[in-house]
Every structure is written in C-alpha cells, then in structure tokens.
C-alpha cells in the first residue's frame, strides 16, 4: 500500500518507481485472479498506468524511445493470458534499473507540502499518519 507521505517526499525517480510499483501490483493482482471480470479490471489498470508512463517520457532523451518501445511491447502483451508474467518481468527489470539511478539528497517533488509522518502506533494494526500544519503551505505564486 502506497500512502500520503511516500508520494508527498518522494524525488521524481521516487515517484516514477511508485507508478512501477502500482503497475506492478495489478498485473500480479490480474495474474492471480479467476475471474474475468475482476482481471480485466486489473489489466485496465495497468493500461492506465503505462498511459501515465508513456505521457512522462521526455522524447528529447535518446533513451525515451527505447522505453516507449518497451512500454508499447507490454501493452501488447497485457492482451494476452499468456503475456502477463512477461508484463511483470520487463517492467521490475526496468523499475529496477531506475531503482539503481545515483540519487542525491534532493527535496521532494511536490513542494510545499505538509510534513506527514506515519507509523504504526498503540491502535493496533493500523497505519496512522500524523500531519504537521504548516501555514505556509499550497502553490506558491
């Protein structure tokens, strides 16, 4: 499970391993279904999901069109019962690959955010997330 404070302090190759990560769920989720119904769901999502890659790319970078290809491959091959493990496996080798990118500390890549912290605590098995208020917080024109 994905939650606020991960894609609120996440870098910009952070949050492009969290789009894998979605991506990587609902095909796994697809795989391990039977029904039809409820795995063409899943597949949609993963086609929604390579949308959001495909329309991140910077085609300005040579490597863009070799992971376009990549990504058009794997749509083709969410079309298949057969091609979803093939799916799975190309997209953790490529989130694994951007997991390796050298990253510096940089600042998130939502700015201005709050500071949420989670953890668990004394409820339980629940995850809480505890928000700090900042009054200098939104869009800053």
Known sequence: ??????????????????????????????????????????????REVLKVLVNNLDMAVPLAQDLFDLYVYVQKLLVSKEGLAEAHRIMARIKDGFEHIPQDKKPSAVENAQNIYAGMTYSGSQLNEIIMENSNRGFMA
């Open 1 to 46: 499970m994905i939650t606020v404070a991960q894609v609120t302090q996440a870098s910009d190759v952070e949050l492009l391993c969290i789009t894998f990560d979605l991506f990587l769920e609902s095909v796994q989720e697809a795989i391990d279904e039977d029904d039809i119904e409820i795995k063409k769901k899943h597949i949609n999502h993963c």
